[in-house]
């Protein structure tokens, strides 16, 4: 959590807000997972002798950068901070 006073500093400058620097990171981190996603794709389909097409090496591929994808927004989900809901919204138990 080095850069958290820089990103305090540029919020309370107004220069950007900090959710655009998180999501920003998050597209990065994605397109550096689907890079190695590609190279172990291609070692392990080809090391394992799978039928050898394009169309069944790509949904191997697409199969695994699912989920791949879907755990990142699970661990994502589950270090939110979750918040109570508004006392409106509580169902009335009485």
Known sequence: ???RGVVN???????????????AQIIVDQVFSVSQIL??????YFATNLFRSAGAFFIFFLMILSGNVSLYVRL????AESR????GLIASTG
């Open 76 to 79: 994502l989900g589950c270090g």
């Open 1 to 3: 959590m080095l850069g």
């Open 84 to 87: 109570p809901p508004p006392a």
């Open 39 to 44: 190279l172990f794709s291609l070692i392990v």
């Open 9 to 23: 500093k540029h919020k309370a400058y107004a220069f950007h807000r900090p959710s655009a620097l998180w999501i």
